[in-house]
C-alpha cells in the first residue's frame, strides 16, 4: 500500500471520523502488520483518530519470520492495549511452528477479549472461534496443554490429519479452552508470559525427540498454575548432567504422572510440591545400567538388605528422587501408584516413614522383598529396622493407609505378607478404626497361595481381595 505522507487534503479532513474509521479498519485487514502505525504517520488527524479507535486496532497480524520474540511482544501488547476495551482477533504467519507457544504466549493474559484466531504454516491454514468454543461458560479460562515432542506434519496420513490447535473441554455448562501443540522441543527461553493452563501432557516420540530434565524444568517454571502434570517418554537415558538443573515450585500441582523415562531422579529432585496428593510412576524401571548422577547424595550407598532386583540401577534413581522430593516437598500425599516402577529396600523404608497421609498404594512388578513387607507391620515408637515390638507404644508406618494393591510381585513370601496385614489390622483395627486397611488386594503373586488367602481371611474377612 502506498500512502502519501503529505499533509491531509481538505476533502479528507471533510470525511466524517465513522467513515475514516471503517477506511482504516479495512486497511488493518490487507496483511501488512504495521497498517496503522502507517496510517498514524500521514498527518496528525489521522493518527489522533487512528490511537483513539479501538476498532482500528482488532485484528492483530503477526508476521514471524526473521523477527524476535521482543519485537513481536511489543506489538502485541500495542495492538491488545489500543484494541481495548473491545474483543481482537488474531492471524499469525509462521515459519518456524516451534515458536507458535511463545508466541501465543502474548496473548493468552487477554484470554477473555481474544475471539478468533488463524495460524498459517508451510501452505496450512487452521482457523478457530475461541469465542464459540466456550458459549455456554461465564468466564473463558485456559484449561489443558498437549505438546506432542515430534516434526510437525511429518505424518499426513495420521495423528497430524486434526490441526485444530485449540479445543473445547469440560462439563456442557462450564465449557473451557484447551490447546495441543507439535513442536520438536520445549520452547522454555523464548516464552514471554506464564502458561496459565491447569493441566499438561508432554509425550516423547520414540527415537526422534526427547526432553532433557533441564529441559522440562526451565519449561515447568512457566507454568505456575498446573494442577496436573503427565510427562510420557521413552526411556531415554539423558546420561550425566553437567551442572544441577534449576529447582522449580509448583505450589498447586495435586497430580503427577511419570511414565517411562529414565530421569526420574533428576525430575523429582527439582520439584518443589507442596500440594502433591497423587504420584503415579509408570514403566520406569530398566534392566540396563543408567549414567550415575552428576551429584553424589546422601543415601547413595549400597543398599544394605542386599536384595534381589531385576532393576538396581533405575530402582536407585527412582528411590532418590523420591527422598529429595519428599524432603523439600513435605506434601499431603495420599496416593502412590507404582507400576512396574521399584525402589530400594532402604527407599521404601524412608519413604514409608515420610508419608502420614498416604491412603491409597498400589504396586505392580515390583522385586520388593519380605524385608519390605514387613515394613506394613507395627513397629515400637522410635524404631525404625521393621521388626515388631511388643508394648502398647506402637506405630504403624502409613497410619491413614486404608487401601493396598500389589499386582505381580514375584519375590516376598506368603508367609512374611500375612505375618504383616496380619498384624497391622489386628493393631489398628483397635487403636484407630477410622483408619485402618479397608481393601486389599493381592493379584498373580505367585508365592502368595490358597492356604495364605484363608489365613489372611481370619483377619481381613471381606476386605482381602485375591486373583
Known sequence: MIISTDACSPHLASLPPELLNEIFSTCSLTGDWHIPLTLSKVCRLWRELIFSSPCIWQTIVILESRRTISSIRAQAELWVARSSPLPFNVVLRMSEFERLLPIMSCFFPHIARWMHCVITYDGRSFETSLSDLTLSSPRRILHHLDILLKTPFEDLAGEDKDHNVFFSCGSAA?????????????????????????????????????????????????????????????????????????????????????????????????????????LHLRHINVDFELEPYHVPEEGDSDDESHDFSQSPHSDLHTGMGLRKLLSRSRPPLEILDMDLSDMRTKDFRWVFDKLPDLKQFSIVGSDMSDSVVALFAPVAHGDGDGEKQNGDQMRVRLPKLSVLRMYSCQQFSGDALVEALSARVQYTDRATPDATLATVVISNCNKFTAGHTQELSWHLDDRLHVS
Open 174 to 278: 462450564y465449557r473451557h479452552i484447551s490447546m495441543k501443540i507439535v513442536t520438536t522441543k520445549l520452547p522454555h527461553a523464548e516464552m514471554v508470559n506464564p502458561l496459565l493452563f491447569t493441566s499438561l501432557d508432554i509425550t516423547e516420540t520414540p527415537h526422534e525427540y526427547s526432553a532433557r530434565s533441564p529441559d522440562l524444568l526451565r519449561f515447568l517454571a512457566h507454568c505456575p498454575n498446573l494442577e496436573h502434570l503427565y510427562f510420557h517418554g521413552f526411556a531415554n537415558d539423558e546420561s550425566t548432567l553437567d551442572a544441577s538443573p534449576p529447582a522449580v515450585a509448583l505450589p498447586r500441582l495435586h497430580t503427577l504422572l511419570l511414565d517411562e523415562i529414565c530421569n526420574q531422579r533428576s525430575i523429582l529432585s527439582h520439584l518443589y510440591l507442596p500440594a502433591l496428593r497423587e
